[in-house]
Each structure stands twice: as structure tokens, then as C-alpha cells.
């Protein structure tokens, strides 16, 4: 059986260095907002062929609308389409007339753009709204679930497990976090709902872990915490992870297919929620079972020295 | 297997059958008139999809800053409401949604496109139907900054003229185009869009197709002693009809008007002064409104997508189920069963509700596909720990049940707290999102729990399905957990 509870601070050091290069990332560079949270306007045009002067373009924008634009080419993936990407920066959105009036202008220009473009134009206020209801949502479903837990643990082992499996999940929250951090990757609604789906499942793994260490601990089972603990997280080990995988594999399914015909918003969603369903599950494994298994410990050796014992473990 | 275990089994088996049939082709009951099938029951391909997937135009509209009253506020906007709804409708846009939010006092106006017509200038559609806000009469001059024979041709593909070098002084004043002729605006506005009561579309011998104003008493005054100066003028002066900053009309006036009704000649065609008379009748938003947020979709694009996560929730499904088959043997098979009545079950919960999915709710099914069998893997696990104590499959699966419950039980609920979060906080897409796993949450209780706990109630005592493996129970391994035993319970 695999040492759990004795081999935690291996865990914690992983925790504690990805944490770490997080809030180096976020010195260096800081978050990267998507449009959605940051505002501003992006307009596709899918073009007849690649061969088209986006420095020209950009020239014949900015005179028409008198604002510093963007302008760039791409390709989806199989290579059979081609877009030209015109992109405001933030602090300036482009009103109705105003995207009706580039369109005329590049047509005019020579630039034959369809009418149907993609056009995703977010004024600053509402992506800090919509940035600010997605932190409140975190919040408040941390919160509620705390309370769940509050509540439940009352049960199973008492409000120091409610406590470590509340650190848990913030844990995970936060190496979701980190990992766009050190990434650079763009945050949006869709991570802020991977995290949300991310809280709401990983502290069912937690509890199933502690719901089995209580059993365990109740019953006519004899040896230490650390072996209790060590005991109910492997019976539980083989839940645990095939939960986790058919989890992932739904998601790695529509993140692969998504990816490959690059319908990136999806592929945004599919992701923070894998990397965040790994870590709900490597998290409950390796921190929140041993974490509790060593304060039992701890506290068992205090009671057993008496109150004349000081050292804490 | 006989009696009433025996009877749920099969009643499991057979209903999902018919929700797996029904799901792919719906009940159908004949054909309408256009030879479509009329649907009881509606297939998973009859789903509502957002504008993500058919493509379209989502907008939120707020109030220009100042223009909105507080106190008036909620009203002012179900006004705007019909108003955009009214445009629409005669704009002979049907499929469309408009809604408002009285608390942050935003207008959020969604329309997507019908199959297949990529046709749609949707910029120009929000802009003519949408935001589109006040109409007024101002009198207007020929404008003699740039003689309008030199006036700037604009023909697509050539480049656009360099801008006419502007007098140095004051600034030029803005000039609107009409029919080849520029105009200035003169003086202050004569008369409000709210001023007037009705516009109709006419036609008379004497006037031809015209559009007949009636004013409101404030609006025949303003009217009377404005037209009685602009008659006056030599050449006579010209009343101009504008929309926002466009000019539609430009008429003469040759008379004081001192009725309560005038009328505007021109050129027309019959459908020209009927979209002129609704853009007068319904071109009176409460104040002027901004667009904060638009969104377009490109409808090609759109369409792809979904077929996309089609294929993924197949393939997840598939993959799944092939999983929990290899893995758990007899009770994976029935998990496998489970699931595809769960699938079918969501989808058909979310056609016959009439709830638009989008991609994130697309996602949101397939996650939901994902967890729903962990309530298998939870209560599996355990019968085979059941097993390997040594107790009886039947006493096993019984047990399996119970101590799994709670396990099953907490996963959903917070499951549910985190969903319910996001619905509440999230924006469109997203909801959809928190919707389907809302959706497919509650349904894995009534498929993974009870329908695999009678099928595998059934099973356990028919003779036949005893035999460990296909429980995944080794003998050689039973009798190494045994020994573990007063451990392992």
C-alpha cells in the first residue's frame, strides 16, 4: 500500500512550486483577459483567398473610422478558409455605423468582404461586469459549498476535515489559476465556469475519501490514523480515478475534436475544465486525504502526551 | 430472475429502447401540409440551438448616457421593446427575442438567421431596426460648401477620393446626402417624433403615393407657425426629416400648414412611403440608444461547430460505455444501458422543453455523460468489495446500494450548488452551459441509481450471471482480499 499520509510533503512541494511560478507569472506578466472580460471589438471577415495586404487594410480602416486598429490573416485549420481579423484595442469599441462604415471602406479599397462577418464588439464596462459577476460566482459557490460541507462533516469527522478539504479545493482553484497565469492563456466566462464545475466536483472526491476514513476509523478496524487513512484512500483509489477518467474522457473528446476543426470556443471550455478535474482528483489522492491523516495524528500524539506536551507535529 | 425484479428489468430495457427511437426519430403523427413530419414527441434533432450554432446577432443596447430617466425607466423600456419588436416583425424577421434587464436598464436583442441564409448584413440590421431612435424635422438648405456637381462618386473597388481640403475658420457643418443632393441642417429642430400621433401610407390621384402625418395638438402648432416662415422664403424654404443623423425626406414646403394633418410627396414607390410611415410611427424610442456588446455569427461556422460536438458526444458516449463494459463486465453493461437512457432521456428533456442549447450547453451534456457514471463507479466499487468479504451477490449488490448512497448523493449536490451558481451568474452561453448539467445532474440519479440498481437487483439471482467474473471478482483475488478481511470489512 502507497504511504500516503508519509509521503504528503512531496505533494505539498508540487503545490507549493506550481504556486510559486503562478505568482512569479503574474509579477512578470500579469492575467491576459480575453475580449470578453477586457472589451473591445473583433470583426472575421472570411476572404476569397490569403492574398490580401493586411498593412493596407489596416491603413484604409484607420482613416475611415479615425482609430488605431489591428489588422491580421489566418487560416482554420484545414487551411480551406481565410480570414482577415481586425481587431480595436480595448479602451475603443466600434459603434454600428462605424463597422458598417469599414466594411464600405474595404469593399471600396478593393477588398471583397463578405456581409456576414463575425463580429464580437464588447464595450470595457460590460467585460469588467461580466469579469466581475464570474468572480463573484466563484466566490459565492465556494462559499455555499463550504457551508454544504460545514453541514455534512458535521457527520463524518468534524469541522477540522470540513476545513482541510475547504483548503483543498481552494488549492485546486487556485492551480487552475496559476496555470493560466504561467501559460498566458487568455481568461474568459468559459474558465470561470471550468472552475465553478471544477469546485463542485472535486469536493465530492474529498468527501468520499473522508466518508471512508470515518467508516474505517468507527469500525473494528485496528492500526494508527496514518494507516486508516493510508487504507481508505487506496480502497477508494480505483473510484477515484476512474471517476476522473471517464470525466476526462468526455472532455479530452470534444477538447481533441474541437481543436482539430478549431472551434476555439470550445475548445476554451473543454480545457480548464481537464487540467481542473486532474487536479480535483490528484488533489484529493495526495493533499486532502494525508493532510487530514497527519492533523489526526497530530492530535491523537498531543492527547496521548497530555496536556503537559507543547510539541505539535 | 422471475416475478417483480424480473418485470422492472425488462421494463428498464424496453424503455430504453423506445427513448433511444424516439430521441433519434420522435413520435411522429402524419405530415402538415409541407410534408413535414408533425412531431408528439420532438427528436434530439429538433433542439432549439442558439445563435452560437445557427449563426445570427445577439446585442445589448443601453441608453446613451443622460438621455434615460430613472423614474421612468422601466417603462421606457418595455416601450422600446415593442418598439424593436414591431420593426422587426414588419422587417418580416419573425424569429427573433428580445428581453430587458430593468436593473442594470439594458435592451438585449437577439435574432438568428433562418438555415442557411448567410444574406444578412447583421450590423445593418441592428442599425436600421434596432437602434434606430428619433425621428425629427429640422429645416434644411442646399449646402454650399461643395458645389454638389463635384460631389465625390463612390463606386465600389476604387479608392476612396482624398477628403476635400476644409475652409480654415469654422468648422463645416455636417452634410447629409439625399437623392444625389447635399443638404445642411438650419436652425434648431421644428418638431419631435413624439409629436406626431399616426403616419400612413396613401395614395391619391392628385398627390400620388404619399404619406399622410397626423400631429398631436403640440406638434399642429409647432408645425403651423414653422411652415408659415418656411412658405415664406424665396426659394421656399426646405423642411428636412431626419432619422437619427440620417436625412429620409427633404420636401418643399409650399403652404402654412394649419390642420392637424400634412403630407409628404415625392417620388415614391408604394413600398418606399410604407417603410417611410412605419420608420415615423415606430421611430420613437424613448431616448437614443447605444450598443454595448454585439455579437455575430457567422451562421457556416456556427453549424459546423455543432456537428462537431455531435460527433464528440457520440464518440464520449461510445467510449464511455465501452469503458464501464471492459472495466466493471455485467454491472458496466448495464451502466452502458443506463447511460444511453440518460442520453436519451436529456435529450429529449431538452427538445420537448423547448430549451436552446448552445455550444457550451453542447459541452454541458457531454461532461454530464461523463459524470453521470460515477454513482456507478461508486456503488460497482463497492459491491466488489462486498464480494471479496465474502458476502453473497445478492446481499453484495444490496449493500453495494446503501453505503454508496450518501456518496452518490453529496457528489450531485454539490454538483448542483456550483451549476445553479453559474446559471445565476453567468451571461448566454454559458447558462446553457449550467442548463444541460443541471439537467443531466438530476437525471443520473433516476438512471444510475435506480435503473442499474433494478437491473442489477434481477440479474443477481438469475443462475446464470453469478459467475465472479462477470462481476470482476477473481477467485484467486477474493482470497487475498480475504485475507485482509477484518480490515477491509
Known sequence: MFPFVEKRRIAYIVVGVILLAGIISYFAHGFKLDIQFQGGTEIKYTMKDANFN??????????????????????????????????????????????????????????????????????????????????????????????????????????????????????????????????????????????????????????????????????????????????SIFQTLTRSINTALTAIMSLAVVFILSTMFQISSVAQFAFPMIIGVAFGCLSSIFIAGPMLGAYKEANAKNNARGTTSKSRR | MRGKNAFKFWSVIIATAILVVFALTGLNVGKDKLGNNIQLIKSASSIRTGIDITGGVSAMLEPAAGESDPATLKTDLATVKALIEHRLDRQNILDYFVSTDDVNGRVIVEIPWAQGDTSKNATKLIQDSVVTAKLYFQEVKVSDQIPATSAPTYKPGTKTPAPTKKPAGTPAPAIYNLDGGQYVKVGSVILQGTDIANATSEWDAQSGQHVLLKFKPTGQQAFSSATARLSKQTPKGLLGIFMDEDLISAPSVNDAITQSTAIITGKFTAQETADLADKIRTGNL???????????????????????????????????????????????????????????????????????????????????????????????????????????????????????????????????????????????????????????ISLSFITAVTFSRWMLKATSDWDIATHPWLWGVSKKKKDVELGEGEVAK
Open chain 2, 286 to 440: 424613448p431616448f437614443k440608444l447605444n450598443v454595448v456588446q454585439i455579437n455575430v455569427i457567422n451562421s457556416q461556422l456556427g453549424q459546423q461547430a455543432y456537428t462537431v460536438t455531435i460527433y464528440a458526444l457520440l464518440i464520449a458516449l461510445l467510449l464511455i460505455m465501452l469503458f464501464m463494459l471492459i472495466y466493471y463486465r455485467l454491472p458496466g453493461l448495464f451502466a452502458g444501458v443506463a447511460l444511453l437512457t440518460h442520453t436519451a432521456l436529456q435529450l429529449l428533456f431538452i427538445s420537448n422543453t423547448g430549451i436552446t442549447i448552445t455550444l457550451p450547453g453542447m459541452a454541458g451534456i457531454i461532461l454530464s455523460i461523463g459524470l453521470a457514471v460515477d454513482a456507478n463507479v461508486i456503488i460497482f466499487e463497492r459491491i466488489k468489495e462486498e464480494l471479496r468479504s465474502g458476502k453473497t451477490l445478492r446481499a453484495s449488490v444490496d449493500a453495494g446500494f446503501k453505503r454508496g448512497f450518501t456518496a452518490v448523493l453529496d457528489g450531485n449536490v454539490t454538483a448542483i450548488i456550483a451549476a445553479a451558481v453559474l446559471w445565476y451568474f453567468g451571461t448566454g452561453a454559458i447558462q446553457s452551459f449550467a442548463i444541460t448539467t443541471l439537467i443531466g
Open chain 1, 54 to 231: 493586411t498593412e493596407k487594410a489596416q491603413s484604409v480602416i484607420s482613416e475611415a473610422i479615425n482609430k488605431s486598429v489591428s489588422v491580421v490573416s489566418s487560416k482554420n485549420f484545414e487551411g480551406t478558409m481565410n480570414y482577415m481579423v481586425v481587431r480595436v484595442a480595448s479602451e475603443q469599441t466600434l459603434t454600428a455605423p462605424e463597422i458598417l462604415k469599414v466594411q464600405t471602406e474595404l469593399n471600396n479599397a478593393g477588398f471583397i468582404v463578405n456581409v456576414d462577418p463575425q463580429i464580437t464588439n464588447i464595450n470595457p464596462s460590460i467585460g469588467a461586469e461580466i469579469m466581475r459577476n464570474g468572480i463573484l460566482a466563484v466566490f459565492f459557490a465556494l462559499l455555499l459549498i463550504i457551508i454544504y460541507i460545514a453541514f455534512r462533516f458535521k457527520a463524518i469527522s468534524g469541522w477540522s476535515a470540513g476545513v482541510i478539504a475547504s483548503i483543498a479545493i481552494l488549492s485546486d482553484a487556485l492551480l487552475m489559476i496559476s496555470v493560466y497565469l504561467i501559460f498566458s492563456i487568455s481568461l474568459n466566462e468559459s474558465f470561470i465556469a471550468g472552475v465553478l464545475t471544477v469546485i463542485g466536483y472535486s469536493i465530492n472526491d474529498k468527501i468520499i475519501i473522508y466518508d471512508r476514513i470515518r467508516e474505517n476509523s468507527t469500525g473494528r478496524k485496528k492500526g494508527s490514523n496514518v494507516e486508516i487513512v493510508n487504507l
